[in-house]
């Protein structure tokens, strides 16, 4: 079964495990979201294969709720601070 869309009636413990990527949709989003910071990393970011990857993160992503979402911008943020230098 699929997580609420909201935390509202949710614990704050509940809430925050809607927070990690649950969902597959989650799941293949931040796998997609990887392999696409890394073409961009090898300087093949404006390759076919990174034009694939960003048509296939469209679909994962609008599945993805509002908390998913800024989870994921909180970890892909976290991750690129400790790749640029």
């Known amino acids: 079964m699929r997580s609420p869309r909201s935390c ?6 509940e809430c925050h495990q809607m927070s990690e990527p649950e969902n597959h949709d ?3 989003y931040e796998r997609l979201l990887q ?3 890394d073409l961009i990393a ?3 970011g ?3 294969e990174a034009d694939a990857i ?3 993160m469209d679909g994962p992503w609008t599945r993805l709720t509002h908390e998913e979402i800024q989870a994921i911008y909180k970890r892909e943020a976290r991750r690129v601070r400790n790749i640029i230098p």
């Open 26 to 28: 989650a799941q293949l």
């Open 42 to 44: 090898s300087g093949r």
């Open 54 to 56: 960003r048509d296939q």
């Open 35 to 37: 392999q696409f910071d």
């Open 8 to 13: 509202a009636d949710l614990s704050a413990a």
């Open 46 to 48: 404006d390759d076919p």
